[in-house]
C-alpha cells in the first residue's frame, strides 16, 4: 500500500512564526504536490515537484517555499506565518504521467491555526 | 483552460437507495478523470479513474463512474447507498495533452454526501 505521511495533525501557530510541513512518502514517486484545502474552494496547489531539488509553482504560491532535498520527503515552509493562512494542509505523491500509473495518493492532512 | 464543476453542494440520499454525484469538465485534449473520497480530518481516499478504455469505470467500496464524452461527464454512482458513505467527494481531471512539467490535477470544490439512514 501507497503510504504518504505528515509530519503533524494538528499545528496552532502564531503570526510571524516559521513553520515547517513535512511530508513523507514510501513508494519512490517522482512527484510530490502539496495543496491547501478551504471549504468551498476545493483543493488548491501550492508548489509541486517532479525531482529532487526540482520545483514548480502552484496556483497559489505567494508566502509559501518548498524544499526537495531527498526523493522521499517534501517540506512546505510559512516564511511568516499570517492568520490567512489557517487551513488544511495536504500533501500528495504520485509517479510521473505517461507511466500509466500516475493516480495522486494523498497524506491524512495538517490543520494549521494561526494565532 | 482547464476545469472541473461539481454543481451540487450537497446530495442527500437515503441508505439502500441508488446514489448519484455529479462532475462535468472542460479540457483541451482527453481527460484523465478521477474520484478521491474525504472522511472528516481525513485526507483524500483514491476511488477511481479513467484514463482509457471502457467508459464504465469501477472502484472501491462498490462506487463506479461512467465516463461520457459527448456530455464531458464523469458522474460517481453507487447502486445502493450505505450511511458509511457520508463523505466529501471531489472529482479530478488532468489533460492528457498537457506533458509538460504542469502535471497537476484540477479538483472540483466537492460534494458533501449526507446518506441517511
Known amino acids: 500500500d501507497v503510504k504518504v505521511t505528515q509530519s503533524s495533525r494538528y499545528l496552532v501557530k502564531r503570526t510571524g512564526e516559521k513553520v515547517f510541513l513535512e511530508c513523507v512518502q514510501d513508494?519512490?514517486?517522482?512527484?510530490m504536490f502539496w495543496y491547501r484545502q478551504d471549504p468551498g474552494l476545493g483543493l488548491r496547489l501550492i508548489y509541486f515537484?517532479?525531482?529532487?531539488?526540482?520545483?514548480e509553482k502552484g496556483d497559489i504560491p505567494e508566502g509559501y517555499s518548498v524544499s526537495r532535498e531527498k526523493k522521499e520527503r517534501f517540506s512546505l515552509i510559512l516564511e511568516s506565518a499570517s492568520t490567512n493562512q489557517t487551513s488544511m494542509y495536504l500533501c500528495?505523491?504520485?509517479?510521473?504521467?505517461?507511466?500509466?500509473?500516475?493516480?495522486?495518493?494523498f497524506g491524512p492532512g495538517t490543520r494549521l491555526l494561526v494565532l | 483552460a482547464q476545469s472541473v464543476a461539481q454543481p451540487e453542494d450537497q446530495v442527500n440520499v437515503a441508505e439502500g437507495n441508488p446514489l448519484t454525484v455529479k462532475c462535468t469538465y472542460s479540457?483541451?485534449?482527453?481527460?484523465?478523470l478521477f474520484w478521491y473520497v474525504q472522511y472528516p480530518n481525513r485526507g483524500l481516499q483514491f476511488l477511481l479513474k479513467?484514463?482509457?478504455?471502457?467508459?464504465l469505470v469501477k472502484g472501491s467500496y462498490g462506487f463506479e463512474a461512467e465516463f461520457n464524452k459527448s456530455q464531458t461527464s464523469f458522474h460517481l454512482k453507487k447502486p445502493s447507498a450505505l450511511v458509511s458513505d457520508s463523505a466529501l467527494y471531489f472529482c479530478?481531471?488532468?489533460?492528457?495533452?498537457?506533458?509538460?512539467?504542469?502535471?497537476?490535477?484540477?479538483f472540483g470544490s466537492g460534494t458533501r454526501l449526507l446518506v441517511r439512514p
Open positions: 479540457v483541451s485534449g482527453n481527460p484523465y
Open positions: 515537484s517532479y525531482d529532487v531539488k526540482m520545483k
Open positions: 479530478a481531471v488532468r489533460d492528457s495533452l498537457r506533458m509538460d512539467s504542469s502535471y497537476k490535477l484540477i
Open positions: 513508494m519512490d514517486h517522482e512527484n
Open positions: 500528495a505523491s504520485s509517479f510521473l504521467p505517461g507511466t500509466g500509473e500516475e493516480t495522486q495518493y
Open positions: 479513467y484514463i482509457t478504455g471502457d467508459n
